[in-house]
């Protein structure tokens, strides 16, 4: 007799939705260490060089760093933040170090001169007062390229990573908060209270998502937050439908009638008996909804009521950058655009892979 495979050696052998779960973690392990990973470590990689903007990928230059009068002091907390910037770090195409000054030629483009610059060696040393040319300037290379305004497209990318992600996740928790909250109670109790909740499940559910979101980001004003609480909002009424189906079906077993019988609350048998036996579906449509979270928090960026400069959102690069596609410098718009498609299909073959392996049937 052939035993029934587990659901996790049927998620081991779906092989697309191993590659998608693998995928994704690694992004999440790269948005949690997101400014330890990125070239440009400083808040929000908001550090600009307007000589270096729209460079190509693999840009190489040497960049000369001039040490602040008054250095803040970095704690823990710029590891998981970013550090504030100290000092100013400038492009450069030329160097000679003197018996005690630093000339430098800075960079303004290819065929533009630069202009000459000087700096004692005595306010370019270390802590130990030491002046060394190896901390002082250093090479400098742009894998992705750097936009429009020379900051780190890389850096940009890693900390909006970190934004797309947060919003997925708060969303989703805020979604299935409401959405499971009301769908057993409509589910469940039934009556009056199914037919309230169904009639403001439909109400909403008839306004276009992108209009209600706009609406609630207008209302609540524009932020990283209110951003995230407003895709929130919008994503609970598939869940709530979902889950109400289930409850009503869930109910109806002998498990259930043998709780009442034995005077259980209505919340006992809701949070131990019903709900754990109705959210399979219910997770599959998380990982759907993580999805569109994301191209909705791009949608809103791209118009301009998303997160808010200068904080890095995939959806404010193509925005910044989408006339670039027909200036001959596309990547600037496609490398976000395809970072966008790659975590949206990933989620959603990590949803069809959930979806084969909860099938009961």
């Given at each position: 007799?052939?035993?029934?495979?587990?659901?996790?050696?049927?998620?081991?052998?779906?092989?697309?939705?191993?590659?998608?779960?693998?995928?994704?973690l690694?992004?999440?392990l790269?948005?949690?260490?997101?400014?330890?990973?990125?070239?440009?470590?400083?808040?929000?990689?908001?550090?600009?060089?307007?000589?270096?903007?729209?460079k190509p990928?693999?840009?190489?230059?040497?960049?000369?760093?001039?040490?602040?009068?008054?250095?803040?002091?970095?704690?823990?907390?710029?590891?998981?933040?970013?550090?504030?910037?100290?000092?100013?770090?400038?492009?450069?195409?030329?160097?000679?170090?003197?018996?005690?000054?630093?000339?430098?030629?800075?960079?303004?483009?290819?065929?533009?001169?630069?202009?000459?610059?000087?700096?004692?060696?005595?306010?370019?040393?270390?802590?130990d007062?030491?002046?060394?040319?190896?901390?002082?300037?250093?090479?400098?290379?742009?894998?992705?390229?750097?936009d429009?305004?020379?900051?780190?497209?890389?850096?940009?990318?890693?900390?909006?990573?970190?934004?797309?992600?947060?919003?997925?996740?708060?969303?989703?928790?805020?979604?299935?908060?409401?959405?499971?909250?009301?769908?057993a109670?409509?589910?469940?109790f039934?009556?009056r209270w199914d037919?309230?909740?169904?009639?403001?499940?439909n109400?909403?559910?008839?306004?276009?998502?992108?209009?209600?979101v706009?609406?609630?980001?207008?209302?609540?004003?524009?932020?990283?937050?209110?951003?995230?609480?407003?895709?929130?909002l919008?994503?609970?009424?598939?869940?709530?439908?979902?889950?109400?189906?289930?409850?009503?079906?869930?109910?109806?077993?002998?498990?259930?009638?043998?709780?009442?019988?034995?005077?259980?609350?209505?919340?006992?048998?809701?949070?131990?008996?019903v709900?754990?036996?109705?959210?399979?579906?219910?997770?599959?449509?998380?990982?759907?909804?993580?999805a569109?979270?994301?191209?909705i928090?791009?949608?809103?960026?791209?118009?301009g009521?998303?997160?808010?400069?200068?904080?890095?959102?995939w959806?404010?690069?193509?925005?910044?950058?989408y006339?670039?596609?027909?200036?001959?410098?596309?990547y600037?718009?496609?490398?976000?655009?395809?970072?966008?498609?790659?975590?949206?299909?990933a989620?959603?073959?990590?949803g069809?892979?959930?979806?084969?392996?909860?099938?009961?049937?």
């Amino acid at each position: 007799m052939l035993r029934s495979l587990s659901w996790q050696e049927k998620f081991r052998r779906n092989i697309l939705g191993m590659v998608s779960m693998g995928f994704l973690l690694v992004l999440i392990l790269m948005a949690l260490f997101a400014y330890a990973l990125a070239p440009d470590d400083t808040k929000n990689a908001n550090q600009m060089h307007l000589a270096i903007g729209s460079k190509p990928p693999g840009f190489k230059i040497s960049m000369i760093h001039i040490p602040s009068d008054n250095p803040v002091k970095n704690n823990w907390t710029a590891f998981w933040m970013g550090k504030v910037s100290q000092g100013t770090t400038l492009p450069i195409s030329q160097y000679a170090v003197g018996q005690d000054t630093l000339r430098v030629t800075t960079y303004q483009g290819d065929d533009i001169a630069g202009l000459l610059k000087k700096w004692p060696l005595n306010a370019l040393t270390d802590a130990d007062g030491t002046f060394v040319l190896d901390q002082t300037i250093q090479e400098h290379t742009f894998w992705l390229g750097t936009d429009k305004y020379g900051r780190d497209l890389l850096s940009r990318m890693l900390i909006g990573l970190r934004v797309s992600l947060a919003i997925g996740f708060i969303a989703v928790f805020i979604s299935l908060l409401i959405g499971v909250t009301l769908g057993a109670v409509a589910g469940y109790f039934g009556g009056r209270w199914d037919t309230v909740i169904m009639w403001l499940i439909n109400v909403t559910w008839s306004i276009p998502t992108l209009l209600l979101v706009i609406a609630i980001t207008l209302a609540l004003g524009k932020g990283f937050w209110q951003v995230f609480i407003a895709v929130g909002l919008t994503m609970w009424v598939e869940v709530a439908r979902v889950v109400r189906g289930q409850v009503m079906g869930v109910k109806q077993l002998q498990f259930v009638t043998a709780a009442k019988a034995l005077g259980y609350s209505h919340w006992r048998i809701i949070t131990r008996h019903v709900l754990p036996n109705s959210l399979a579906p219910v997770i599959i449509i998380s990982a759907a909804n993580f999805a569109s979270a994301i191209l909705i928090e791009s949608g809103l960026s791209f118009l301009g009521i998303g997160a808010q400069p200068p904080t890095p959102s995939w959806g404010s690069i193509i925005k910044d950058h989408y006339a670039y596609i027909i200036m001959g410098k596309p990547y600037l718009a496609l490398i976000p655009g395809f970072a966008i498609m790659a975590v949206v299909m990933a989620f959603m073959l990590l949803g069809n892979a959930l979806r084969d392996v909860l099938d009961v049937k």
